[in-house]
């Protein structure tokens, strides 16, 4: 017995080469329109667990192993959110593993939302347990989508790679989920400032798990030039927002026209949303 049990234990936890991250696929997906704003969110969903108070993290950790019956509600619930948004970065979803009931939940998300795009980038393969996944929903066709590993003790942590507009000069947007660790953190987010150093027009988008003025004076992102949104703008926990962990920051370039943490209280993290305005001179060359 003991035999069978381990065997079938060892099935479950050993990662599947099969599973992986995926894609949309861009064919029916509308051009990019650079005459417009931009209306951006991030959230970070917590596999579309709802949890409303401290306790409900060891009450309700189970689910982070094992189907439950109100997550698709809770999923529906947050695409109705989307549904408002241009391009969404997303944090904590599930690819399709027994926790989800085997749905990938940036694809199920992006079609209950009527999003055509979309990107899950899986960084942590627990084969049938878990695929810890980032995830890109996008109304516009992208000029191209890349994802990194980023560097770290742990591994498991990832960054997608949107660009938009113009191949000379595009919009750039990276999403995603740094680690709690402020080592890790220092090495991460010196890879994005690498990633991001030669583009003008930035927006840099995800759960940080820092504020703002940490970000932005005591990594490398001090030399970015990112605008952030205000101090106040705290996102966690969802029930007592406290602090600023889920940040959209941008190129001066971009014009800010409206920014605001949404009072969506589904995930332990409040979404964060942002409108942008492209700069005149570049709609001019576009």
């Not at 920014?259 to 709609?283: C, M, N, Q, T, W």
Request: hydrophobic fraction near 35%.
């Amino acid at each position: 017995m003991y035999s069978r049990i381990k065997k079938q234990l060892q099935t479950i936890l050993k990662p599947s080469d099969v599973v992986r991250g995926s894609c949309s696929g861009d064919d029916h997906v509308p051009d990019f329109e650079p005459d417009r704003q931009i209306r951006l969110l991030t959230f970070n969903i917590q596999v579309g667990i709802n949890t409303a108070s401290y306790r409900h993290y060891l009450t309700r950790s189970w689910q982070h192993l094992l189907p439950h019956r109100k997550r698709i509600e809770n999923l529906d619930r947050i695409a109705a959110l989307l549904r408002n948004y241009d391009v969404v970065a997303l944090q904590e979803c599930d690819g399709g593993s027994l926790r989800s009931g085997y749905i990938n939940q940036v694809q199920y998300l992006a079609e209950a939302a009527g999003i055509p795009y979309w990107y899950q980038q899986l960084n942590r393969n627990m084969g049938q347990l878990a695929q810890h996944s980032n995830g890109l929903l996008s109304r516009y066709k992208p000029l191209s989508v890349d994802e990194h590993k980023l560097p770290g003790l742990i591994p498991g942590r990832g960054a997608i790679v949107a660009r938009y507009g113009s191949e000379d000069d595009p919009l750039v947007l990276v999403m995603l989920h740094l680690s709690l660790s402020k080592a890790a953190q220092q090495k991460q987010l010196g890879f994005i400032r690498e990633l991001i150093s030669d583009y003008q027009h930035v927006v840099l988008m995800g759960d940080l798990n820092n504020h703002a003025e940490q970000l932005l004076s005591n990594t490398p992102l001090k030399h970015a030039n990112l605008v952030p949104l205000p101090a106040t703008a705290h996102s966690f926990p969802s029930w007592r927002p406290e602090r600023a962990l889920d940040h959209i920051l941008v190129s001066p370039s971009l014009e800010i026209s409206r920014s605001e943490v949404v009072r969506f209280p589904v995930s332990d993290h409040l979404p964060v949303a942002l409108d942008i305005k492209l700069p005149k001179g570049y709609l001019r060359t576009f």
